[in-house]
């Protein structure tokens, strides 16, 4: 009997072990290796940007920040997995933090990065632009999302420049709560007036049992020509 009882835990033993090599290993080793391939995609999306930029301003070229942004209407025609954009949270690693949005939510887009839901609204466009990311794993691209505050920086970077959002609250639901991507959010049937920014992602940190949810309301956008918008940029915890 006590044989039993030991060869049961050291059983009990190794498995939990394994898990925990298989955990650092994920999150560990893994992440950072997501995380530097995310960075080349990143640098890859910004390359496109400035490839489409051709010097100073053009004469007449309007640089002024701007609340009514025009339609990026070729973003509504991006092919799963297609580069949408570029994400800066500053609040979650300083004024470099960049992770890459691509259209989509599928398992194979999410590996990769950030991802759009197909059919939510566009840049600053009225309704609600929501973007679902892992917490863990593959980059732990929103592992630290808990820490965004009221106020804090959320910009999408576009080929037409850097579309800001200021986080106004978050809340933490139930996974099939899809009403959080609402185009008024958690309001399903609302008409709405104003455009929106939600990012979605697992928790508990390490878990999958609710989702974390940080809603955005849109400030403004600023053009590419205008330069990258530094002070919207600056770290928070550094100021």
């Not at 391939?37 to 910004?46: C, K, P, S």
């Not at 390359?47 to 070729?74: C, I, L, M, N, V």
């Amino acid at each position: 009997m006590r044989r039993a009882v030991g060869v049961t835990g050291e059983l009990l033993l190794t498995a939990g072990l394994l898990v925990l090599l298989f955990v650092v290993w994920q999150i560990g080793v893994m992440g950072v290796v997501d995380g530097r391939r995310q960075a080349d995609l990143v640098g890859g999306i910004e390359r496109g940007f400035a490839a489409a930029r051709t010097g100073s301003p053009a004469s007449g070229q309007d640089t002024r920040p701007t609340d009514r942004p025009p339609a990026e209407g070729s973003l509504a025609d991006l092919d799963p997995g297609g580069p949408f954009g570029v994400l800066r949270v500053p609040r979650l690693g300083g004024s470099e933090w960049a992770r890459p949005v691509l259209q989509g939510v599928g398992l194979d887009v999410l590996a990769r990065g950030l991802g759009h839901y197909a059919g939510t609204a566009l840049p600053g466009q009225v309704g609600n632009l929501a973007i679902a990311g892992h917490r863990s794993g593959h980059g732990n691209p929103l592992i630290d999302i808990d820490a965004v505050q009221p106020g804090d920086a959320v910009v999408l970077e576009t080929r037409a420049g850097w579309y800001v959002y200021r986080a106004v609250r978050h809340d933490v639901v139930a996974p099939d709560r899809s009403d959080v991507v609402a185009p008024v959010p958690e309001r399903p049937g609302v008409r709405p007036t104003e455009p929106w920014l939600t990012l979605t992602t697992c928790s508990p940190r390490y878990g999958s049992t609710s989702r974390y949810v940080v809603f955005a309301r849109f400030e403004t956008l600023v053009p590419r020509a205008a330069g990258r918008p530094d002070a919207v940029l600056a770290d928070p915890r550094e100021l």
